[in-house]
């Protein structure tokens, strides 16, 4: 009668679909993410970088030699975020800034800093966070000191354009498991998919596993279990409630992910985005068979885990305190993770990779970011899908004597105990 | 051949017997009665019917088969302690609770809309369970247990916490229940639902069964000891009758009277119509709340 477990799964689906919760959260989740994925654009239109150059003020006539190096460094880019604005007195600048006629104003002083002779100079603005703008004149000013020097000097303008061409350098990591090494922006998108995986994760069993336990006791207080157990067996039942729980938070997911995707592949992002040197398609697929094994791994690892928990508990106020243990765990691999972020082959990871709580973030993070070997993947899975099967099957047995027992929290010894009782 | 055979089942946690060999069968269209104090096995006993938990010993048998999944579609349960998922329509959660026991969604449907009628209560169809009052959750309750027309149906106190009128209307819908042909195995403290349903019963005192059978029987067994009688005047010299051990005189006129011996009875009504004429004579039979109390008391010393 695997109808059964059918009708288990559709009816837990049925009634999370509907539920307002879900629905505002996904709604919720979606127009965050829809933000963000235009986020690029966004940025980059309200930055002021491709638009808008933000207005310095200068004195005019004073160190009229640095500002016009200043005006030829910027009449150069081809989109040049400072326009330079003249003014008769220090006096008028200061008045221009206070009525926000410009963004900021230099000043130059006399007393020579080094040897070149090349006055200090200070930007004056509103606020000391002015980063942008003042970032993008020390390069100008670094430019016009050199060409100012250089301008005495018996370069050609040859060997001015080389001097002044920016070296090639890439960074590359070597790879001994695939025939080619993983380029930058490969490996970029491999730490991002990580990152991204490791928070989705960490998220699914935080949030659906609490969710499953919840509901398992909810069942239990309201008595309403006694009729399932009586109806359907419990396994199918516990199955039925994590495998309807699942497609429930896959849809979520991928809801959400197409939302992300699908405004981030939007012309005008995606232009933006390649300009920042990240592009989509540059996601190993392999690395996407083993997210997609991970989180299934994972979240089956960790659901049945607070299925059992749930189960046994018969009030919903103690669920919290009782699904404790389980929630530091996740806890503990996902801090595990981000700290292993920046060092993937630490002794901690390699230790942690094998341990079936935490393999899920930690195998994933050094198979995204790390070369580990083929046999550390192959043991990792291994233990993984093992202790999977094993957590299942003694789950289920708690499960199938957690939800007849009433009262107080059962001890580990009155469930064995049970469990002699029931014959499971 | 019986809907329910139970034979020799015997139970036990850990230590401790929690059933200790019972033994009974519901036929057809019977109310069988368990009776027991609390802690006594009846809702181990109910949840080994049910295949919740396995017999250590002894089994059950369900029309002559052992337990397996597929009889579960054929039981009904009515939990001591009611509940439903309180925020889910009435409709989903019996339409659900009907395909677990293997109903197809449409026939479900049909039967509950049926129900809903016969408890005149058809706009419940589409309210959440908590917007209903408690009595009416029962009903709802009751509907579930039944929804799938079990050939044996479990009813734990199943008129607990209801009004009088809505005791009367799910009373006779268990009646027409029996009528149809089902068996239900009734468990309940209230004596006078027990006498006026059922045809045999069970009476447990930890873990054992200690007193089984039709109860005309076993109201046999137990002594007639009491004794009404009365009549316009006073009557005189009662508990000077040999075979009468105390009088008690009623407030309003008559007396009721324990007595040792049967034949007692006839002695006091020729004592009384010596004096005058009697309005009301009455050798009462044991209620089986006293024979409820004096059973499970006595195994008490």
Redesign the interface.
């Known amino acids: 009668?695997n109808?059964?477990l059918w009708?288990?799964m559709s009816?837990t689906m049925?009634?999370k679909l509907r539920s307002k919760s879900f629905i505002i959260m996904t709604a919720v989740l979606a127009v965050l993410l829809i933000i963000g994925g235009n986020l690029p654009y966004l940025i980059d239109k309200l930055g002021g970088g491709g638009g808008q150059a933000s207005k310095v003020g200068f004195a005019q006539g004073e160190q009229a030699q640095i500002v016009d190096g200043l005006a030829k460094y910027y009449a150069a880019l081809p989109e040049p975020d400072v326009e330079l604005v003249a003014y008769p007195s220090e006096a008028e600048l200061k008045n221009a800034l206070e009525n926000g006629d410009v963004k900021g104003y230099l000043t130059f002083s006399e007393d020579a800093v080094g040897a070149g002779g090349f006055p200090k100079v200070t930007y004056n603005s509103k606020s000391a966070f002015e980063g942008g703008t003042a970032s993008s004149l020390t390069a100008a000013l670094q430019q016009a000191k050199t060409e100012s020097i250089l301008k005495d000097s018996s370069l050609t303008d040859e060997q001015k354009a080389q001097l002044f061409a920016p070296v090639a350098f890439e960074t590359q990591k070597v790879s001994f498991t695939n025939e080619e090494g993983k380029t930058e922006e490969e490996q970029g998108m491999a730490v991002a998919l990580t990152y991204i995986m490791i928070i989705m994760l960490f998220m699914a069993v935080m949030i659906t596993g609490q969710l499953i336990a919840t509901e398992i006791t909810a069942?239990k207080s309201?008595?309403?279990?006694?009729?399932?157990?009586?109806?359907?067996?419990p396994l199918k039942q516990m199955w039925g409630k994590i495998l309807g729980t699942f497609v429930v938070a896959i849809l979520q997911i991928a809801i959400l992910i197409a939302a992300l995707v699908a405004n981030l592949t939007l012309p005008h992002n995606s232009d933006i985005l390649k300009s920042f040197g990240i592009n989509l398609s540059d996601i190993d697929p392999l690395l996407l068979v083993f997210a997609i094994f991970f989180y299934l791994a994972g979240f089956f690892l960790y659901a049945t885990l607070f299925a059992a928990i749930g189960s046994i508990v018969s009030r919903t106020e103690d669920l919290g305190q009782a699904v404790m243990p389980i929630t530091l765990l996740t806890l503990v691999g996902f801090y595990i993770a981000i700290f292993g972020l920046n060092q993937p082959d630490s002794n901690l990871m390699l230790v942690c990779q094998f341990i079936p709580f935490f393999s899920p973030f930690i195998m994933f993070l050094r198979i995204g970011v790390a070369e580990p070997a083929v046999w550390e993947i192959a043991l990792s899975v291994g233990i993984l899908i093992a202790s999977i099967l094993a957590i299942g099957w003694l789950s289920a047995k708690i499960y199938r004597v957690g939800v007849?027992m009433y009262g107080k929290r059962p001890s580990v010894k009155e469930i064995v105990?049970a469990m002699?009782?029931?014959?499971v | 051949m019986n809907t329910l055979q139970v034979d020799r089942i015997v139970k036990?946690?850990?230590e401790k017997r929690a059933v200790n060999s019972l033994s009974f069968e519901v036929s057809p269209g019977e109310i069988y009665g368990l009776l027991g104090a609390n802690g006594a096995g009846k809702t181990t006993t109910m949840?080994m019917i049910?295949?919740?938990?396995?017999p250590d010993e002894g089994n059950i048998r369900y029309l002559g088969k052992p337990y397996s999944?597929e009889q579960?579609s054929m039981?009904g349960?009515l939990?001591e302690?009611?509940?439903?998922?309180?925020k889910?329509k009435v409709s989903?959660?019996i339409l659900?609770?009907a395909?677990?026991?293997?109903m197809s969604r449409k026939d479900a449907d049909a039967n509950l809309k049926r129900w809903l009628e016969k408890f005149q209560v058809p706009e419940y169809y589409n309210k959440k369970v908590e917007e209903l009052s408690k009595g009416n959750q029962q009903k709802i309750q009751f509907i579930?247990?039944v929804i799938h027309n079990p050939k044996i149906v479990i009813l734990d106190e199943a008129f607990s916490g209801l009004d009088p009128v809505n005791v009367e209307l799910l009373k006779s819908t268990v009646k027409e229940l029996r009528d149809g042909g089902t068996s239900i195995v009734f468990s309940t403290h209230r004596m006078e639902h027990v006498e006026e349903l059922c045809r045999n019963i069970t009476i447990m005192h930890k873990s054992n069964p200690v007193l089984q059978g039709p109860i005309k029987e076993i109201k046999k067994r137990f002594p007639q000891e009491r004794v009404i009688v009365a009549s316009e005047g006073k009557i005189e010299g009662l508990d000077a009758i040999p075979g009468v051990d105390k009088v008690i005189v009623h407030e309003h006129g008559g007396y009721e009277l324990k007595v040792s011996s049967p034949d007692a009875g006839q002695r006091i009504l020729q004592h009384a119509m010596a004096q005058g004429p009697v309005t009301k004579f009455e050798i009462k039979e044991p209620t089986l709340n006293e024979i409820f109390i004096k059973t499970v008391g006595e195994s008490h010393e």
């Open positions: 009668m109808n059964s009708t288990v009816f049925r009634n069942e309201s008595r309403v279990m006694e009729i399932i157990v009586t109806s359907v067996s007849l105990k002699k009782a029931y014959k | 036990n946690y850990g949840r049910l295949g919740l938990i396995l999944q579960l039981l349960y939990p302690e009611r509940g439903m998922y309180p889910i989903d959660q659900y609770l395909q677990l026991r293997g579930a247990a």
